[in-house]
């Protein structure tokens, strides 16, 4: 007998330990499937609307809304990426006398003369050194290269196919759930829906307008690599509260190698645009939608970025709008509103209840 449960315990732990094993191996996989499944909700929207409204079939409306969305991104494509590359031509081969400029005035300012004779301290110029070498060896990576191109392939077809025929998928979905519980499923689903598209349109209307604003600003301030910056800009939208960081810190060191105050206005100007997209307009969009309070979304932000990187930080937030609405439909109790503000209340006052 005991033999018996040793050997389960040890076929177990080694099931187990396989499991991990592949979870682990797959998981890529995994984040990208959710991924997509995020940007077929979104798509999903207008597919229903043709549907309903121009009486079109599913496979039509989806075929229709795929191509034109990437028709749209081809179209802006055509139109900015080749002025992007370009600037990041210019700004890779000025990057040395970036680095070097930004090194003297960060020693003067600091108050280090570390070079007397006016060279560029060693510390920098290894970085400099290494930079040509380093663009050289590009060339290097074309079998990940590859592989990206692949997995963005991938990528594009899970969208396609989950968009032209859902119901199999979701059929599925609901066989996972009793019969008690389907009608919850659904509910959870519809609700976690309707707040990542809130999510993903926010960040389209945020970003253009961030991106457009950012673009006037640093043309009127002459601050090179404009277009590469509001592109950085629309997409940073995606990561809330670090991609601020992202979008702000590169044309600011560009603008301290120009000159402090120059640093300084650039400085402010991303504060203050932040401060009223952030507040203002962000917030007015995302209300009816998701209701989502930030320390959360930080909070999960931090950690799917320290766990799965960049891919862990764009499904961040979506993330938090699926496990808010299947915790609110499947576990959240019903609660009068008066108790609740009632205990808030007392919980801010530190007054304990009679």
Partial sequence: MEYKSVSRLVYLAAGLFLAIWFLQQVIDVILLLFFAIVITIVLNAPVTWLQQKKKLSRTAASLLVFFGVMAVFALIGWMVIPKIVTQVKLLIDQLPDYLGRLNQRFTHWIGEHGAENGEIPKSVTPGVDSLPPLINRIGEYSLAIFANVLKVIFFFCLVIYMLINPKPLLEMYLSCFTDAKKEKAA????????????????????????????????????????????????????????????????????????????????????????????????????????????????????????????????????????????????????????????????????????
């Fill in 187 to 354: 509910d959870a689903f519809a609700y976690a829906s309707k707040m990542t598209i809130g999510w993903m349109w926010s960040n389209v209307v945020a970003g253009a307008i961030r991106a457009t604003i950012v673009w006037f600003f640093l043309y009127f301030m002459d601050i090179p690599g404009v277009w590469v910056w509001a592109g950085v800009t629309f997409f940073a939208e995606l990561i809330p509260k670090i991609g601020f960081y992202i979008m702000a810190v590169p044309p600011i060191l560009v603008a301290f190698s120009i000159s402090p105050t120059t640093a300084l206005w650039v400085a402010l100007f991303y504060i203050a645009l932040d401060e009223i997209i952030g507040d203002f307009v962000i917030p007015r969009i995302r209300s009816k939608t998701m209701k989502i309070h930030p320390v959360s979304i930080l909070v999960m932000l931090l950690a799917m970025t320290a766990a799965f990187g960049v891919m862990g930080a764009f499904i961040a937030t979506p993330l938090v709008a699926f496990i808010k609405a299947y915790y609110e439909t499947f576990y959240q109790r019903k609660t009068r509103a008066d108790n609740i503000e009632e205990n808030i209340d007392r919980m801010l006052s530190r007054k304990m209840k009679d």
